[in-house]
């Protein structure tokens, strides 16, 4: 896997971990019936609410049910605590995909890559692999994606909110 897109997933994975705040996301639109297309998900999304379970790093397994405004994430690999102000995925033309985290501190870390789509899948290459997520809702103004990895222990169902 490679070392960019690990840390970028670690950095998601501490979000949905250690996220903390305060925030809506607008369940207006209870329909999730839109054929997932890459002109249905073209635009980009911020994260605003994850629910799930991960492995903590001493194996032991930890739920979360919570809103997403930014979030405190102590980021080991830099020995200092970091704050993230958003996770946002882009998806744009020719079926390319970013994933942006922006640290408060003004460093924006991203990565680019291509995805398909298999009837409600969304398929991210990463390389060597691939990564499978599931849409549970897709309306003009929320993806509801589906993510979990036996291997890597999480099971992640993230509320994304249309920002463009």
Same mark, same amino acid.
């Given at each position: 896997? #490679?070392?960019?897109?690990?840390?970028?997933?670690? @950095?998601?994975?501490?979000?949905?971990?250690?996220?903390?705040?305060?925030?809506?996301?607008?369940?207006?639109?209870?329909? +999730?019936?839109?054929?997932? %297309?890459?002109? #249905?998900?073209?635009? @980009?999304?911020?994260?605003?609410?994850?629910?799930?379970?991960?492995?903590?790093?001493?194996?032991?397994?930890?739920?979360? /049910?919570? /809103? !997403?405004?930014?979030?405190?994430?102590?980021?080991?690999?830099?020995?200092?605590?970091?704050? !993230?102000?958003?996770?946002?995925?882009?998806?744009?033309? +020719? +079926?390319?995909?970013?994933?942006?985290? +922006?640290?408060?501190?003004?460093? @924006?870390?991203?990565?680019? %890559?291509?995805?398909?789509?298999?009837?409600?899948?969304?398929?991210?290459?990463?390389?060597?692999?691939?990564?499978?997520?599931?849409?549970?809702?897709? %309306?003009? @103004?929320?993806?509801? !994606? =589906?993510? #979990?990895?036996?291997?890597?222990?999480?099971?992640? =169902?993230?509320?994304?909110?249309?920002?463009?």
């Amino acid at each position: 896997m #490679n070392k960019k897109y690990f840390w970028s997933l670690l @950095t998601f994975m501490m979000v949905v971990m250690m996220g903390v705040g305060f925030a809506s996301c607008s369940k207006d639109d209870e329909d +999730n019936g839109k054929e997932v %297309t890459a002109a #249905n998900l073209k635009g @980009t999304w911020e994260l605003c609410h994850v629910k799930g379970s991960a492995l903590d790093d001493d194996g032991k397994r930890i739920t979360f /049910d919570r /809103d !997403i405004t930014s979030a405190m994430a102590d980021l080991a690999w830099l020995d200092e605590t970091d704050f !993230i102000d958003y996770v946002r995925y882009e998806f744009g033309q +020719n +079926n390319e995909f970013t994933c942006y985290i +922006n640290y408060g501190s003004g460093f @924006t870390d991203s990565f680019q %890559t291509k995805y398909t789509i298999s009837g409600r899948k969304i398929i991210i290459d990463e390389y060597m692999d691939q990564e499978q997520m599931t849409v549970e809702q897709l %309306t003009d @103004t929320q993806l509801v !994606i =589906h993510s #979990n990895d036996t291997e890597e222990g999480y099971d992640v =169902h993230a509320t994304f909110k249309r920002i463009k």
